[in-house]
T-cell receptor, first 112, second 113 residues
Framework: GENVEQHPSTLSVQEGDSAVIKCTYS??????FPWYKQELGKRPQLIID?????GEKKDQRIAVTLNKTAKHFSLHITETQPEDSAVYFC???????????FGAGTRLTVKP | NAGVTQTPKFQVLKTGQSMTLQCAQD?????MYWYRQDPGMGLRLIYY???????DKGEVPNGYNVSRLNKREFSLRLESAAPSQTSVYFC????????????FGPGTRLLVL
């Protein structure tokens, strides 16, 4: 089955700096890559996703890039704010959601 | 519109006891999922239901059973709880199966002694 690795496990940045979280996947057939944000004690919530037919997607301060050849994808957060502090999970799946595999998570801390 | 709800929020069990975790969604979604979340391991799929009346195993199904009672409700049962099942359990739902946003419930924290 699919295996997703996520790095780093913890990341600390100063407010206003950029943050980058990277994930690799093993199954070249995977074609859907969502990112979820989980604040302390809360439920995971989708923040952005990308499909294999595009290489980059942006939504305000958040962007995701995908390199299918290298089988890795990354989350980029610019102009970080304290409210960006959370655990971020990447995931990968084939055509359907029924075998979504998640990375182990990255704990992002944004220092004011 | 409550979204996805779960009960209970927290439960303590002794080894060998049984319990059922309840999940309901009011978004008319077809697909529902049960995950467990353990420190340093992300979310792992236990079981899923692609539609009312169907259920299938996920990545870590051993020790669990599920029931898709109707379109709204999807329950997870532990027949004989073990300490290894101490975890946070999340239910999720999605409109379909095809690369669609999964909406998560608030989670159930389970401690098995």
């Amino acid at each position: 089955g699919e295996n997703v690795e996520q790095h780093p496990s913890t990341l600390s940045v100063q407010e206003g700096d950029s943050a980058v979280i990277k994930c690799t996947y093993s199954d070249s057939a995977s074609n859907y890559f969502p990112w979820y944000k989980q604040e302390l004690g809360k439920r995971p919530q989708l923040i952005i996703d990308i499909r294999s037919n595009v290489g980059e997607k942006k939504d305000q301060r958040i962007a995701v890039t995908l390199n299918k050849t290298a089988k890795h994808f990354s989350l980029h957060i610019t102009e970080t704010q304290p409210e960006d502090s959370a655990v971020y999970f990447c995931a990968a799946s084939l055509y359907n959601n029924n075998d979504m595999r998640f990375g182990a998570g990255t704990r992002l801390t944004v220092k004011p | 519109n409550a979204g996805v709800t779960q009960t209970p929020k927290f439960q303590v069990l002794k080894t060998g006891q049984s319990m059922t975790l309840q999940c309901a969604q009011d978004m008319n979604h077809n697909s529902m999922y049960w995950y467990r979340q353990d420190p340093g391991m992300g979310l792992r799929l236990i079981y899923y239901s692609a539609s009312e009346g169907t259920t299938d195993k996920g990545e870590v199904p051993n020790g669990y059973n599920v029931s898709r009672l109707n379109k709204r409700e999807f329950s997870l049962r532990l027949e004989s709880a073990a300490p290894s099942q101490t975890s946070v359990y999340f239910c999720a739902s999605a409109q379909g199966q095809s690369q669609e946003t999964q909406y998560f419930g608030p989670g159930t924290r389970l401690l098995v002694l």
